[in-house]
């Protein structure tokens, strides 16, 4: 039997002075909020329309809704850290290999995605590394079970990709895709106007 992938897209409903809060400390609340409204509408837009895989929507609030955006299947994230409502996210779709992105990466195109489900079919888990040290992108394969990979793992921090892989057994196969810039604070969105948001792959171990 097929298994569907499914991508999931992490949002929060567009709200000024609630998203962003580290952009906006440089650029102000209404530009951040112009930023992640057109950016989340943008990505959604621009992957939910690939048969490749199955697109949900992972919202906070979880009774939220933004009439721009397209009309998706989704859930709410429910409460809890970062990590928590991450994991909580990756094991709601039915069977299949899932991956999790944000919706405030401009740069995220379809071949990211499809790549990384390739990556998931002989590897565990896939990444797309951050330039911060963080990641923009996690997969998981989900077979023959789910793990947590988010335990004691420190957020917008440069360790917050390898404690999050240290978190993986030694047996978990990684791979990575692109490198790219998830926009959180100003030096983000200077170097993404500027078209420096973007390096190029990493090698899997």
């Known amino acids: ?8 897209v992490f949002l929060k409903v567009p709200r000024i002075g609630r998203v962003k809060s580290r952009l906006a400390a440089d650029i102000g609340p209404a ?18 329309g690939d048969r490749r895989w199955r697109t949900w929507i992972a919202l906070s609030p979880d009774d939220g809704r933004f009439p721009a955006w397209p009309a998706l299947p989704g859930f709410g994230q429910g409460s809890g850290d970062i990590g928590v ?5 990756m094991r709601r779709p039915p069977p299949g290999p899932v ?9 995220i195109r379809r071949a990211d995605i499809a790549a990384a489900f390739r990556a998931l079919g002989d590897h565990d888990a896939v990444f ?3 330039q911060d040290g963080g990641f923009w992108l996690v997969g998981m394969r989900r077979r023959p ?12 921090s440069p ?3 390898a404690r999050t892989i240290a978190n993986l057994t030694p047996h978990h196969r990684v791979a990575f895709v692109a490198t790219l810039d998830d926009v959180d604070d100003g030096a983000a969105f200077r170097r993404y106007r500027a078209g420096l948001s973007r390096s190029q792959p990493s090698c899997a171990p």
């Open 1 to 8: 039997m097929t298994l569907e992938n499914h991508l999931i």
């Open 128 to 130: 797309g590394p951050a």
């Open 31 to 48: 530009a951040a909020w112009r930023f992640y409204r057109d950016t989340t509408t943008t990505v959604l837009r621009r992957l939910s």
């Open 145 to 156: 079970r789910h793990v947590y990979p988010y335990r004691g793992v420190p957020w917008s």
């Open 99 to 107: 991956v999790l992105v944000g919706g405030d990466v401009p740069d």
């Open 159 to 161: 360790e917050t990709l």
């Open 85 to 89: 409502r991450m994991d909580r996210a």
